[in-house]
């Protein structure tokens, strides 16, 4: 009744999303305000996992999976901040976008129900976690006579984790016969 198996799969993604800060400061004369902005999302997620099931009836198969995952990440960073010293007003501004392939892992489970011979219905929830990505900025300030007051770096970080539900029809093959066994 225990059944074992690899399973690889891969898909692409809507998965989007959007924040935007704002922060303001004083400190003695000078005042500061800025904000930051980021874009970030997933073009595609994939998995390489291994499954340990557990057949609770000849049809109906109940099983956890994990494993390797890995996706196309991506990330825009806006950012800006204007000061106001004196008679003197500074604006400084920076920005940082980011491609990248990241790799993590995934675990999860679900039920698969034979409903004919060879064909399946399949449902499974899976976690899955690639880390964060750092995006660095590069920004310049301008005084307010438009004067270059200088550069600034700094670095954004974006957290990928979800959970993906798939729910679907298989059709398993039979490659051959079945084994036969001879009694002499």
Do not use: C
Not at 141 to 162: P, R
């Amino acid at each position: 009744n225990l059944v074992l198996g690899l399973e690889t799969d891969i898909s692409g993604t809507g998965i989007r999303g959007n924040t935007y800060t704002r922060g303001y400061s004083t400190l003695g004369t000078s005042q500061s305000n800025g904000a930051t902005t980021f874009n970030a999302g997933l073009d595609y997620l994939g998995t390489v996992r291994g499954r340990v099931g557990y057949l609770w009836t000849p049809t109906l198969l109940m099983y956890g999976t994990a494993g390797f995952a890995y996706g196309g990440a991506y990330a825009n960073v806006g950012q800006v901040a204007y000061q106001a010293v004196g008679t003197g007003n500074n604006t400084w501004e920076g920005a940082g976008r980011q491609n990248q392939l990241l790799t993590g892992w995934t675990a999860g489970g679900g039920v698969e129900w034979m409903f004919l011979p060879n064909w399946t219905l399949k449902g499974e929830a899976l976690y899955w976690d690639l880390g964060n990505m750092n995006i660095n900025t590069v920004g310049n300030g301008i005084y307010g006579n438009g004067a270059t007051a200088g550069y600034a770096n700094g670095t954004g970080s974006v957290n990928y984790q979800g959970v993906k539900a798939v729910a679907g029809i298989n059709y398993h093959f039979t490659w051959g016969a079945a084994p036969v066994v001879a009694k002499y």
